[in-house]
């Protein structure tokens, strides 16, 4: 199996920066897309932004030029830095991995982690 998990979110006052951070384990291969995806109350879940094995990125309308998505390959593991927060920002926010498995050899798995709540407020 492969597991996700999320970290970072919390409280924040708008203008203000916030450091999300996702780590998947498991049997894990190879990760082909770590990818970040948000959630608002009565709202469908949306890209927010994602990031190959190579290092090409992609990014909603919404979040360009305050958002900036990383990745670790050596330690599986994707950020989110966000800046300059807007009230709109506020979401459950899931990381999302695509890649092959170790066991069984070369499946193709997709994991989702369990979310992190942001909350942009005064």
């Known amino acids: 199996q492969v597991q996700v998990v999320e970290s970072g979110g919390g409280l924040v006052q708008p203008g203000g920066p916030l450091r999300l951070s996702c780590a998947a384990s498991?049997?894990?291969?190879?990760?082909?897309?770590m990818g970040w995806y948000r959630q608002a109350p009565g709202k469908e879940r949306e890209l927010v932004a994602s990031i190959n094995s190579g290092g090409s990125t992609n990014y909603a309308d919404s979040v360009k030029g305050r958002v900036t998505i990383s990745r670790d390959n050596a330690k599986n593991t994707v950020y989110l830095q966000m800046n300059s927060l807007k009230p709109e920002d506020t979401a459950v926010y899931y990381c999302?991995?695509?890649?092959?498995?170790?066991?069984?050899?070369?499946?193709?798995?997709?994991?989702w982690g369990q979310g992190t709540q942001v909350t942009v407020s005064s």
């Open positions: 498991g049997s894990i291969f190879s990760i082909s897309v």
């Open positions: 999302k991995t695509d890649g092959r498995r170790t066991i069984p050899r070369g499946v193709v798995f997709t994991s």
